[in-house]
């Protein structure tokens, strides 16, 4: 399995931009996550879905940032705009609710907004 | 509502000492319990996990018990190598959406 993949590894924008962070689950996954993890606040979870529904969305700090999926393969991350306090690493992850609960993790984006 | 504290790093050590990472919760029902470790550069990965009180997790010469009357899940292992540096992440899952500790960075030296 390729585990979970995210795209792009690396993004560096300018102020004001729209950022779009891309997310494909493993296989067979029903749940999917977005954590945004920064030195000072440590590893912040943004949203969850459930079968491709977004159950918790408590996580997001305002209204610039929204994520979709569209469907079982599939999620994006939207900024816009972009701030360069938004400038993180945004990770996504995901498992089967219900069954063993870990999750696993992608790669990550390392966001940077100057 | 739920939650995990864990101890402040970083935890600095010579090469084949004894590492213990303390960390204990809070949470109603019985959630199950995890360490996650994150190497520099990586997404977070599954060390191990126990999912009732008394379970011991084992992974890499890693251990932890499940402690459901002190309500803790300290990570012990018993000669670190170099290799183990990274950050390590105490986390509960008691309804589908995790809780994470704020990780412990462990430096290991030659």
């Known amino acids: 399995d390729a585990g979970v993949i995210q795209s792009p590894r690396h993004e560096v924008t300018e102020m004001g931009q729209e950022v779009t962070l891309r997310c494909k689950p493993i296989s067979g996954h029903n749940s999917l996550f977005w954590y945004r993890q920064t030195m000072m606040r440590g590893l912040e979870l943004l949203i969850y879905?459930?079968?491709?529904?977004?159950?918790?969305d408590s996580g997001m700090p305002e209204d610039r940032f929204s994520a979709k999926m569209p469907n079982a393969s599939f999620s994006t991350l939207k900024i816009q705009p972009s701030e360069p306090r938004d400038s993180a690493v945004y990770f996504c992850?995901?498992?089967?609710?219900?069954?063993?609960?870990?999750?696993?993790f992608g790669p990550g984006t390392r966001l940077t907004v100057t | 509502g739920d939650s995990v504290t864990q101890m402040e790093g970083p935890v600095t050590l010579s090469e084949e000492a004894f590492l213990t990472i303390n960390c204990t919760y809070t949470a109603t029902g019985y959630p199950s319990l995890f360490w996650y470790v994150q190497y520099p550069g990586e997404g977070l990965q599954l060390l191990l996990k126990a999912t009732k009180a008394d379970d011991k997790g084992s992974n890499k010469g890693f251990e932890a018990t499940y402690r459901k009357e002190t309500t803790s899940f300290h990570l012990e292992k018993g000669s670190v190598q170099v290799s183990d540096s990274a950050v390590y992440f105490c986390a509960l899952e008691g309804s589908y959406i995790p809780t994470f500790g704020r990780g412990t960075s462990l430096i290991v030296h030659p």
């Open positions: 879905f459930n079968n491709n529904v977004p159950i918790d």
């Open positions: 992850a995901s498992n089967v609710a219900g069954e063993t609960y870990e999750q696993y």
